[in-house]
């Protein structure tokens, strides 16, 4: 299978840290993306993973462990225009080189 | 804007309509992709296209058939749907569909409610 697991939905407060976690299956990895999606809006690119480690762009960050098959987004100095859902998505290759995506976390930020 | 715009955004249908969604992207891109999202669930790949050659078909009902007449255009053609074909569908497009390393531009959506 190639789930890939992250939470329904997570709240924070402005100016606050947020941590948003994805999970995956490890075979036939070959890199992840975080999007960003407004309600009513497309899909927005954020970040890309392929090698462990953290990738720092901004206030966002993106942290891989492939062994672990783990991968987290860092979201900081939150702001209220990023309420919105982040998805996680896996490429998958090995005869199928497709993205899978995650269901997706809404987060809420309150002032 | 990102380059991939879709029309239309919103659509009503009966399930015994045809109707076509379109999806073009100015980016100048080798691969189109339709996604299907649904309420609370993950983005489902539909069809993935690449130099108008149609490389994945993901197990999609008929009632969906997709058209690529070149590298910039694709259409999805609707037919005799079902209520719970109601969704976001979004279409993308990315450089290359084979390269992992190749981010994907999504468009706004259309989204459908089959009545």
């Known amino acids: 299978g190639q789930n890939i697991d992250q939470p329904t939905e997570m709240t924070a407060t402005e100016g606050a840290i947020v941590q948003i976690n994805c999970t995956y299956q490890?075979?036939?990895?070959?890199?992840l993306f975080w999007y960003q999606q407004h309600a009513g809006e497309a899909p927005t690119f954020l970040s890309y993973?392929?090698?462990?480690g953290l990738e720092e762009k901004g206030r966002f960050s993106s942290f891989l462990s492939r062994s672990k098959g783990y991968s987290y987004l860092l979201l900081k100095e939150l702001q209220m225009k990023d309420s919105a859902s982040y998805l996680c998505a896996v490429w998958f290759s090995g005869g199928y080189n497709k993205l899978i995506f995650g269901a997706g976390t809404r987060l809420a930020v309150h002032p | 804007e990102t380059g991939v715009t879709q029309t239309p955004r919103h659509l009503v249908m009966g399930m015994t309509n045809k109707k076509s969604l379109k999806c073009e992207q100015h980016l100048g891109h080798n691969a189109m992709y339709w996604y299907k999202q649904s309420a609370k669930k993950p983005l489902e790949l539909m069809f993935v296209?690449?130099?108008?050659?149609?490389?994945e078909n993901n197990s999609v009902p008929s009632r969906f058939s997709p058209e690529c007449p070149n590298s910039s255009h694709l259409f999805l053609h609707l037919h005799t749907l079902q209520p719970e074909d109601s969704a976001l569908y979004l279409c993308?497009?990315?450089?290359?569909?084979?390269?992992?390393?190749?981010?994907?531009?999504f468009g706004p959506g259309t989204r459908l409610t089959v009545l």
């Open positions: 993973n392929v090698l462990d």
């Open positions: 490890t075979s036939g990895f070959n890199g």
């Open positions: 296209y690449s130099l108008e050659e149609r490389v």
């Open positions: 993308a497009s990315s450089q290359d569909s084979t390269e992992a390393s190749n981010e994907q531009f």
